[in-house]
């Protein structure tokens, strides 16, 4: 082997760099190969994101890159601006809660600690428990809270700030801070207490109205024949809230009467739509009818569309008006009772029996009734001819120089009905 070698050095030579050379452009071609492979995948997500960008418009050129830059930077200012809106109305009762509850400073965040909360309540009180073992683990661990009073009492004097009226929070303070925090009122799924909260609900609407309630006083509430089932009692809190909302915009207004309103799927097998979730956000829908003038029932549409002031957002869906004569659409959603206010005065009318009798005081009553229709037909005819004087006085007036010419008159109607329909929008 030796002597082939030294007999052959040209060739093996020649053999070995063959073969270093052949290795070296092995691994050159290996590495470039790598190198090709990474460059094509990079071509590829490079012309997937020239392909998407040509869909853009305008597109990203240098020119205006910075534009879009700018105005991304606005949108989330405009979005980190408008979603509050959307925000409980509660939500600065909650945080004062919270600020009470956990020493808080206005720097922190107060979402996590909502969330420790939860977490907490949701280790301590089983779901899986019953209403009573449930309820006597809450109370355990609300009595081993050593600031809880303290804090509760926070929540409350923010939330009458916020606008909730004092008899709509007082004795449901805990139940209201829970609700608050994301764990539903279930009234510990009890009938009785359910329509102990349901009658003074209602009965704090009614106090709110007051001679303005021209209808049943149960807003919309309504039992189905079967009765509430026991899922539905957070559904009915909730309601309850907004329905306190809405009869306050109407009792702070001028608005001549109030004849009913009806919870839009509310009863029986629909009872859970009256809530839709869509895009994040909790909708329910209401349909109430009041009397008023024009004005009135602009100003009560108004207040709806300012609501977001307070943490409140309402969609004013339409507005029918109808005049004191003619059918309401909102019969064929609510039969409403009304009230007939005139019922005493009617009864002080001369009548045929009962106290007049038939003697001589019913005789000096019906003459004294005669007298007075007599009177009263005897303006009416005085009053007829001095507006047909005054009719044949305009007549004889060129077009505009009549009295009123130009303004907007809806007939002859000072007082109409008005059937409202408003949205309520709130985040979830």
Same mark, same amino acid.
């Given at each position: 082997?030796?002597?082939?070698?030294?007999?052959?050095?040209?060739?093996?030579?020649?053999?070995?760099?063959?073969?270093?050379?052949?290795?070296?452009?092995?691994?050159?071609?290996?590495?470039?190969?790598?190198?090709?492979?990474?460059?094509?995948?990079?071509?590829?997500?490079?012309?997937?994101?020239?392909?998407?960008?040509?869909?853009?418009?305008?597109?990203?050129?240098?020119? /205006?890159?910075?534009?879009?830059?700018?105005?991304?930077?606005?949108?989330?200012?405009?979005?980190?601006?408008?979603?509050?809106?959307?925000?409980?109305?509660?939500?600065?009762?909650?945080?004062?809660?919270?600020?009470?509850?956990?020493?808080?400073?206005?720097?922190?965040?107060?979402?996590?600690?909502?969330?420790?909360?939860?977490?907490?309540?949701?280790?301590?009180?089983?779901?899986?428990?019953?209403?009573?073992?449930?309820?006597?683990?809450?109370?355990?661990?609300?009595?081993?809270?050593?600031?809880?009073?303290?804090?509760?009492?926070?929540?409350?004097?923010?939330?009458?700030?916020?606008?909730?009226?004092?008899?709509?929070?007082?004795?449901?303070?805990?139940?209201?801070?829970?609700?608050?925090?994301?764990?539903?009122?279930?009234?510990?799924?009890?009938?009785?207490?359910?329509?102990?909260?349901?009658?003074?609900?209602?009965?704090?609407?009614?106090?709110?109205?007051?001679?303005?309630? /021209?209808?049943?006083?149960?807003?919309?509430?309504?039992?189905?024949?079967?009765?509430?089932?026991?899922?539905?009692?957070?559904?009915?809190?909730?309601?309850?809230?907004?329905?306190?909302?809405?009869?306050?915009?109407?009792?702070?207004?001028?608005?001549?009467?109030?004849?009913?309103?009806?919870?839009?799927?509310?009863?029986?097998?629909?009872?859970?739509?009256?809530?839709?979730?869509?895009?994040?956000?909790?909708?329910?829908?209401?349909?109430?009818?009041?009397?008023?003038?024009?004005?009135?029932?602009?100003?009560?549409?108004?207040?709806?569309?300012?609501?977001?002031?307070?943490?409140?957002?309402?969609?004013?869906?339409?507005?029918?008006?109808?005049?004191?004569?003619?059918?309401?659409?909102?019969?064929?959603?609510?039969?409403?009772?009304?009230? /007939?206010?005139?019922?005493?005065?009617?009864?002080?009318?001369?009548?045929?029996?009962?106290?007049?009798?038939?003697?001589?005081?019913?005789?000096?009553?019906?003459?004294?009734?005669?007298?007075?229709?007599?009177?009263?037909?005897?303006?009416?005819?005085?009053?007829?001819?001095?507006?047909?004087?005054?009719?044949?006085?305009?007549?004889?007036?060129?077009?505009?120089?009549?009295?009123?010419?130009?303004?907007?008159?809806?007939?002859?109607?000072?007082?109409?009905?008005?059937?409202?329909?408003?949205?309520?929008?709130?985040?979830?």
């Amino acid at each position: 082997m030796n002597r082939f070698v030294k007999d052959n050095v040209i060739l093996v030579f020649s053999i070995a760099s063959t073969i270093v050379v052949a290795l070296g452009l092995l691994v050159y071609g290996i590495i470039e190969w790598v190198s090709i492979s990474e460059l094509i995948e990079e071509t590829e997500e490079l012309r997937t994101k020239i392909h998407t960008l040509q869909k853009v418009y305008p597109a990203p050129v240098d020119g /205006n890159k910075q534009p879009i830059q700018d105005d991304t930077k606005a949108y989330v200012a405009l979005y980190n601006q408008l979603t509050p809106v959307f925000d409980s109305p509660l939500r600065s009762a909650r945080n004062a809660f919270l600020k009470v509850l956990y020493n808080l400073k206005d720097t922190d965040n107060y979402d996590e600690a909502a969330k420790k909360f939860l977490d907490t309540y949701n280790e301590r009180v089983r779901s899986d428990a019953s209403p009573t073992q449930r309820r006597m683990e809450w109370d355990k661990m609300r009595s081993e809270i050593p600031n809880w009073e303290a804090a509760a009492d926070a929540f409350r004097k923010a939330a009458l700030k916020a606008g909730i009226e004092p008899e709509n929070i007082e004795g449901y303070v805990n139940e209201i801070v829970l609700a608050e925090l994301g764990i539903p009122r279930t009234m510990n799924e009890d009938k009785n207490e359910l329509e102990a909260f349901i009658a003074k609900t209602c009965e704090n609407m009614t106090r709110r109205l007051g001679e303005r309630l /021209n209808s049943d006083e149960n807003y919309g509430i309504v039992a189905p024949q079967s009765g509430f089932a026991k899922g539905d009692y957070p559904l009915i809190a909730r309601h309850a809230a907004i329905l306190n909302n809405i009869i306050g915009r109407v009792a702070d207004s001028k608005i001549k009467a109030f004849n009913g309103i009806v919870i839009r799927g509310f009863g029986g097998e629909t009872l859970g739509s009256s809530f839709v979730e869509e895009n994040g956000c909790r909708i329910s829908h209401y349909t109430f009818e009041v009397t008023g003038t024009l004005d009135s029932i602009r100003q009560l549409a108004a207040s709806f569309d300012k609501a977001q002031q307070d943490n409140r957002f309402y969609i004013v869906r339409s507005v029918f008006l109808y005049g004191q004569d003619e059918d309401l659409k909102i019969k064929s959603y609510v039969e409403v009772k009304q009230v /007939n206010k005139n019922s005493e005065e009617q009864a002080d009318q001369p009548q045929e029996g009962g106290l007049f009798g038939g003697g001589r005081r019913a005789r000096l009553a019906r003459q004294k009734q005669i007298e007075e229709e007599q009177r009263s037909q005897a303006l009416k005819k005085s009053q007829d001819a001095v507006a047909e004087a005054m009719r044949k006085r305009e007549q004889s007036l060129a077009l505009h120089e009549r009295h009123g010419y130009g303004d907007i008159e809806l007939g002859n109607i000072k007082e109409f009905h008005a059937v409202i329909d408003v949205d309520y929008i709130e985040r979830i």
